[in-house]
C-alpha cells in the first residue's frame, strides 16, 4: 500500500508527538504517564537485561524491582537524531539518539544509546509497541 506524502507527513508529525510525550514522561521520572504510551502487550529487548520482556507488565514489575532494589531513578533523558519510518496510516518506526542520566544506588550514571520504538494506531491513539535499547557506538 502506497501512502501519500501528505499522509506521510501527517504521521511523522503524530509520531514524533507520541514519542517526544513517551521520553518527557520517562525523563520527568513519571513513571505511570511513561508506561501509558505503552500498548499493554508490548515487548521490549535492553542491552542492559539478559530476557526479552513479553509485556508492559512485565517491565513494569522490572522497573518496580529497580526502583525498590536498586534506588534507580532517571535524573535526565535527552532525544536527539529523531528519525520517523512511516510504514502505512497506522504504523511507523521512531528511532533516535538518547543521552540519560540514571542514578543507582546513589550513583550517577551516564548513558548513551541508540533506541527505535515501533508505534501503532490504535484507537486513534499513537501507542508504542515494541521498544529495542542498544549501546550508541564508541566515537573516536
Known sequence: MTTSPETTRAVEHEV????????????????????????????????TT???????????ALWEQWVTEDGFRVVSCTSTNPVVQVLGQDAAVFAHDVA?????????????????????????VWMAVHEHLSPAPLVQ
Open 100 to 124: 540519560t542520566v540514571v542514578e543507582v544506588g546513589g550513583e550517577r550514571e551516564e548513558l548513551s544509546e541508540r533506541e527505535s520504538i515501533v508505534f501503532a494506531r490504535r484507537d486513534d
Open 50 to 60: 539478559p530476557q526479552r520482556l513479553g509485556s508492559r507488565a512485565a517491565y513494569e
Open 16 to 47: 514524533l508527538a507520541a514519542a517526544d510525550a513517551l521520553v518527557r514522561a520517562f525523563a520527568s521520572g513519571d513513571s505511570a504517564a511513561y508506561f501509558a504510551c505503552f500498548a499493554p502487550e508490548a515487548t521490549f529487548v535492553f542491552h
